[in-house]
Every structure is written in C-alpha cells, then in structure tokens.
C-alpha cells in the first residue's frame, strides 16, 4: 500500500470551532457519491461485495443515516488510509479530507426538528461487585459471596453494560449457593466459620517507631509504635481478637554482640508462672479501646503458647485493629517519663500473630430493618404464621426487589412459604427458603425499569412522543448503582415512593447527598479503575535484571497513588482538565524516592506532593499508566500513544494491516539503534505510516519515562529523544509541551469522558443521538472549569439518564 496522508491527526487536532460546522445532507450527493463512484464501486458493488460491504446501494443520504454503523466503519478505513487499496488511483488530498470531514459530521447527526433519543437500556444482571454491595447493604453484611462467581464480561470499557452480562445455568446454580450459604449465616448456624482470619506480624502495618522484624521471632514494639491491620467482618455481632505475644524486659542495645547474647538467652527462658508481666498490650478497633492485656515475659519461641484474647461488638464491614505498646501498670509516671525519652532502652512488645474470629454472637450490633426482620420473624398468639411470614416477606422483598411489591406478588411469595410448611418445614426453615426464592428472582438479580408509572412526572410524557421518564424506582436504582454499585437507601426509597425523586432539583441534591457518602467509593474505584484500565495493572510484570527496583509493592503504590488523585479530583470537585495539567500527587515515602522528588520523610503516609519543578504532570505521568502502556522488558511509544488517543481523547485507530513483521525482528537485525530509529525502520511498510505517525510522536513525549515510569536520560546509552512534530504544525520538546498541547482540546476531552461518564452510568454504549446530551453536558459545566462533580450531576440530570426511548430516532 502506498503512503498517504496521515488523516487521522488532522481531525484530531483541527479546532472545535471547525468541528461544529453544521451538517449539509447535500454534501452526500456533491463529494461522496462521486468519490464512492470513482475509488471504492470496483470492489465494494452488488456482485462482489468485497469484506461484505456493498456500498452501491446507497443512493441517498438517508440511506447512510439509516445505516451508521457502516460508514463509522468506512470513515475509519479512510482516516487510517488503507482504502483505497495499493494499486488503486489515489484520490486527492483536497477530496479526501472533504469527504471524511463530511463524514464525520454525517455519522453523528441528528434531526434538530425531532426529539431527541435517550436510547434504551438492556436489562441486565448485577455484576460481582453490584452483587456483593447489594447484599451487604440489604442485609448488613460483608460477604465476598461474588467472589466465587466467573469474571464479568466487559463492554465498551466497563463491566456494567446489559449487552454483555449474559446469566448462564452455571450461574444460576451459584446464585442458589451464594444464597444458601448467605440465609445459613444470617441465621448464625452456618456448619463452618464464618471469619477466621491470620496475620502474622511482620505482615502488619505501623506507625510511629519503625519495629524490629525478623522471620522468626516477630516484630518488637517499644513505646511509640503501633501495629494495625484492616479486617473485613462480614456479620454483625461479638467477635474476638487473640494475639501471640511475648514480653522482653530487655532493651535493644547498638552493640551487635550484647544483642546476640541477649538472644542467646532467650532461646533457653522459660516461662515462670509465677512471673510479672513486663508491658501490656492495648487493643483497639478503629479508635476504641477494646480492651488491655497483661504480657508476661518469655521469647519467640514460646510466645505461640502466650495467646490473649479480648472480645468486641462491631458491625458488619472493614474495621481497623491497632495494637500498641503499654506499660506496665506497676510503673510510675516516672518510670514511664524515663522510658519515653528513650524508647528503645524501653521494656519490648514482641508479636507473632493477630487471628480475628467470629462472629460468637450476632446480633449484639445494629441490625438491618431485613436481617432483623428475617431472624425474629415467628408466630405467636396475636399472628398466625401465614399473617407472620407475610409481614416479614413484604419488608424483605420490597428492599431486596428494590421497589414496592404488589400483592401478587406477595401473594406468590405466602402461596411458597405455605407450601413448603405443607411439606413438613418449620417455620424457620420455609422462611429461609422463601428468603432464597427471593434472592434468586430476576427482580432481584436484574436490573430493569417497567414502563412509566405514577412514579415518574407524567407533564413529561407527550402523545406520540419518542422517550417517556423511568419509573421514579428504577431512577433511583440508576442513580445508586451509578454513584454506589449498590440498592437504593431509605431516603432514595421514600423519594421514589413519594414521586420527588423524579424532580430535577431534588435528583441532583440527591446525587450530591451520595457523593458525599464514603459508599461512592465504589463509583471512583470502578470507573476510574476501569477507564484508565488500572484494574489490569495487577497482571502486569517487569524484568527484574532490567528492573531492579520494580516489586509488587511498588507496583501496589503507583496504583495507589492514582486512585488517590482522582479521588481527590472527585471529591474536591476539581476541574476536569487537572487530570492532564496537574502539578500534585499523592506520594508516600516510597514513591517520592521513586520519582526523585526531596522532602518527604522514608517512613511517610500517602499526602499531597508538589509535582512544580519536577519532569512529571498530571495522570499520563504516573507511574501506574506508563507501566500499563508498556512490556515487560522496555517502553513502547505506540502502545502509550495509542492508549492516549483511545482513552483520553476518544479516538480508536484502527487495527494494524496483516502481514507487518514485529518489531523484535527490526530489534534484532539493528540492536545497536535507538528505539525511536527501530521504529522508524519498522514502519518502512507504506500503510503503517499514517497511525504510526500519530501514535509513536504521542508515545515518544513520554519516552524519557521508562517501563515501569522511572525517569531516565538515555536509552542504549544515547541521550532521550523525546521531540516531536504533529501534522497540525505543533511541534514539542517535552513531556510537559505536548501535554499542553492536548490540554488545548479540552471540550473534546471533556465530551469524551462524559460520554465514559454515561457509559457506567447507565449501562450501555454512547451512540451517535447521545451527542445532543453530551454537548449539554459540556456547555452547562464550561463557567466553571468543568469540574467533576458537576459533570456527574449533569450526566444524571441528562436525558439519557431520566428517560428511555420508545422507538430509536435517525
């Protein structure tokens, strides 16, 4: 094939102002009829039909507007210049930028005099994460029940979307699993533990004075330090934390030997029963005191044999234990004083494991209004065990179903329970089996919206109009697995109920109320995690003898440290943009050696750094994403600048040509160039050149970032070449200047991540007729920077969000 010009970052690139000309249907007939006519009718007619595409048979614009899908298809073959073929006429610059301009516009259009389509939402499933929140919320529990389903398929980025989340006979037979188990351990006489979890010390976090570590005597407290685990109790109600600990009268001495000796004689103590002991430990949940315990003295080796145990109440959840050093309560305040100055010349707390278990007793701790109503559920001399399970199903279901029963609905769910009483079931166990019915109920498991009901605001609705509003229930189904991947809560219930929800202004104070609830960690981790693909990072490695200083640990930490920039860009309500442009992130003390940023304490927490002065800005700088853009054993600037043309600013090349060689067989026959050289030589081939061109100058401004995004100079001890031209005329030095470059294209980016926005809002890819709500969306959040809280009440306030189509408009 023949080189051509590289269409695809002219369009790219060219001003909004020219993007928003309006679109002229006569232009079918003046340039794309004639070209279709002249360079594409050869191959693509009625009685060859190459690659199935006819294209003779469109005569008339409406017959492209009736089929986009096509011509996006053929738009993209001629944006990447692999049609026409090699050996074909090549047509006109002039000519062919004018059809893919009209095009463009052409593939996006929609009838301004006709309403316009909010699109239709497939019913689908709950995905691992909805099911598991779903479950914990309803019940006030936390039980990775999900867990043990297959992996979610994934659409258009997101694993939420109907299309894709097909319900298999092997899921279904999960489904009744998950829920036996579940009803089993609600009721407290689950045949195995419910939470029995190990740590071992050294697997503990700290704070304060940095603790001794070894593999086979623990870690070893002095005065200052605390250690601190976050466990996941999944049932409310008493459960008890025990701890092998040991006490050392002993201080830690610099001198190796008196140390040595020391140890030495510990290995041949014994416990004295009759001994003191020589510090206690205090145990806390979160920031409660649960309790003190006595340690007595001993040593690593006998310290399995030292166990206390205290007991707690707590809900359902991640909870904080703490574990810090105390003194003995015979000691004065003296002896105390004395020993704070010198902690480490301080009586020692070693430590070998913390086990959590339970719960002993449920419920001890708040109850949910179902959990409750599940297990003190019965009969009694005022109410007959149908009246008993009636009431109890009704309080179930309405939640679980997420909207009100009927009461033939109702009536199925008694008609069951009586049934399985008939069988010879007690009371309880018809409940619990009534209590899976429900659970395994496509009303449970799947997420669908009936038509309009008096929930909704009817002065919408007009006669043969093409959307009506959702139901107010289904709206508040959207509006909580969007912002929480969980069921609504009470107050989302009763605006439903109530038919407010429905109301724009109390649908975005709503949004707002959810935003600021700890559960919208769910959208931030999903979305984000999901758009800029971190969730792939887990599966990501590097060669170690390349790349000393990759661990897993770091690797945990660059992930960490994105989540919590765009959490803070959420929260904080930042401008949109600070995703590109930012000068700060999140660094521990790791991290900031990492990037070579002074300042930051060895042992210090995750905070707000200053990127000012430093080579790196914003998210395409973080290390998290260049290592997901690369190999394991070096960077690939086509990679990265494919990346950034699909995920930021919206632009999906297409697929390579066959028959193009690897590059490692270029690396290989010149291993002594640069890789910016290799590549050159690699795209030799004429039709590689186009999308190569765009992709690799993008990638190679964030070449001086190496694979696992460690700054460097040189590669193959020749200096970074990180320059680069773009067929707009910008050209660019660094990093840094061709990130302000794409920071010109804010409304492009902005309108692209809404449209990723709506995307995991409600479940289903953007189509051409969205366009009317995103540009909405852009305009009404452009006074104020388009910052992403606004964007995410505009996405909810947009009429794709509160309404669905009745027939799909053109």
């Known amino acids: 094939m023949k080189a051509v010009l590289p269409i695809v970052i002219v369009i790219l690139l060219i001003p909004d102002c020219v993007r928003a000309e309006p679109f002229d249907p006569e232009g079918f007939r003046q340039q794309v009829v004639p070209f279709v006519s002249r360079h594409c009718l050869d191959c693509h007619n009625a009685e060859e039909a190459e690659g199935e595409l006819n294209l003779s048979r469109f005569a008339k614009v409406d017959d492209l507007l009736d089929n986009r899908k096509v011509w996006e298809n053929v738009l993209g073959q001629l944006k990447a210049g692999a049609m026409p073929p ?60 999900a867990d043990e389903f297959p992996e979610d398929d994934v659409g258009y980025g997101f694993d939420n979307i109907g299309d894709v989340l097909s319900v298999s006979p092997l899921r279904m037979e999960q489904y009744l699993n998950a829920a036996e188990k579940l009803t089993a351990m609600l009721r407290g006489y689950s045949d195995q533990p419910v939470y029995d979890e190990f740590i071992e010390a050294g697997h503990l976090r700290f704070n304060g004075v940095r ?69 206690e430990a205090t145990l806390l949940c979160e920031d409660r005191a649960i309790g003190h315990v006595p340690v007595l003295p001993g040593n690593a080796t006998t310290s399995l044999k030292q166990s206390y145990s205290l007991r707690f109440t707590a809900q359902a959840g991640e909870h904080v234990i703490r574990i810090r050093h105390r003194f003995p309560r015979e000691m004065n305040q003296e002896q105390v004083a004395s020993h704070l100055k010198k902690p480490l010349l301080a009586p020692r707390l070693g430590l070998r494991q913390v086990q959590v278990r339970g719960p002993i007793q449920i419920g001890d701790a708040k109850l949910t209004p179902a959990h409750r109503a599940f297990v003190t559920a019965g009969s009694s001399d005022s109410m007959s065990g149908r009246e008993a399970a009636r009431n109890v199903l009704r309080k179930i279901a309405d939640r679980a179903w997420r909207r009100p029963l009927s009461e033939a609905e109702l009536d199925q769910l008694v008609g069951f329970f009586e049934q399985q009483v008939r069988a010879g079931e007690s009371f309880d166990r018809a409940l ?111 060669d170690q003898n390349l790349f ?181 005329g910008e050209s660019f030095q660094s990093s840094r200047e061709l990130i302000a470059i794409l920071s010109k294209r804010e409304e492009d980016f902005v309108r692209h991540l809404s449209g990723k926005l709506l995307t995991f809002a409600i479940g289903r890819g953007v189509e051409y007729y969205d366009r009317v709500a995103l540009d909405e969306i852009v305009q009404r959040t452009k006074p104020r920077s388009h910052r992403f809280q606004d964007l995410i009440r505009e996405v909810v306030l947009s009429r794709p969000f509160r309404m669905r189509g009745t027939t799909h408009a053109r």
């Open 86 to 145: 090699d050996g074909m006429p090549r047509p006109e610059a002039e000519q062919l930028n004018a059809v893919v301009r009209w095009l463009d516009l052409a593939v996006v259009y929609v009838d301004p005099t006709q309403p316009a389509d909010p699109g239709r939402v497939t019913v689908r499933r709950l995905n691992r994460t909805e099911y598991n929140n779903t479950i914990r919320d309803l019940f006030g529990v936390s039980l990775p029940l």
């Open 211 to 279: 603790p001794r570590n070894s593999s086979d005597r623990g870690r070893e407290l002095v005065p200052g330090t605390e250690l601190y685990s976050v466990f996941e109790l999944p049932l409310p109600g008493e459960y008890e934390v025990t701890i092998n600990a040991w006490g050392d009268e002993h201080p830690i001495e610099k001198d190796r030997k008196q140390n040595e000796r020391w140890l030495e004689a510990e290995s041949k103590f014994r416990i004295d029963p009759d001994a003191k002991p020589v510090v």
């Open 548 to 728: 000393p200083q990759y661990s897993t640990e770091l690797k945990d930490n660059l992930r960490q440290e994105t989540l919590l920039f765009v959490e803070s860009l959420v929260r904080e309500n930042r401008p949109a943009l600070e995703l590109l442009v930012a000068d700060y992130s999140f660094l521990n003390g790791r991290l900031a050696r990492f990037y070579g940023i002074d300042g930051i304490g060895r042992k210090s927490d995750f905070q707000r750094v200053s990127l000012k002065g430093s080579q790196r800005q914003g998210v395409l700088t973080h290390g998290s994403l260049l290592m997901l853009t690369s190999y394991p054993n070096r960077t690939s600037p086509t990679r990265r600048g494919n990346w950034i043309l699909e995920a930021i600013l919206g632009e999906e090349p297409p697929p390579p040509p066959a028959n193009v060689p690897e590059l490692e067989r270029t690396q290989a026959a010149a291993p002594d160039l640069s890789l910016r050289e290799q590549l050159e030589q690699h795209r030799v081939n004429p039709s590689c050149v186009s999308c190569h061109r765009t992709m690799d100058a993008i990638g190679f401004g964030f070449e001086n970032f190496d694979a696992i995004g460690r700054w460097r100079d040189h590669d193959k001890d020749r200096p970074i070449d990180s320059a680069g031209d773009l067929p707009s």
């Open 432 to 542: 619990e089996l009534t209590l899976q019915s429900i659970l395994i109920s496509p009303r449970f498991l799947m997420l669908y919206e009936p038509s309009f009901n008096a929930g909704g605001d009817s002065s919408e609705v007009k006669p043969g109009q093409a959307a009506e509003p959702i139901d107010a229930f289904s709206l508040a189904s959207r509006l909580s697995y969007f912002l929480w991947s969980s069921m609504p809560d009470e107050e989302l219930f009763e605006l439903a109920r109530t038919g407010q929800l429905s109301r724009p202004d109390v649908l975005a104070q709503q949004a707002d109320r959810l935003l600021r609830d700890k559960r919208s960690d769910a959208m931030i981790d999903g979305f984000f995690g999901q758009w800029l693909e971190l969730r792939k990072l887990s599966g990501a490695s590097f």
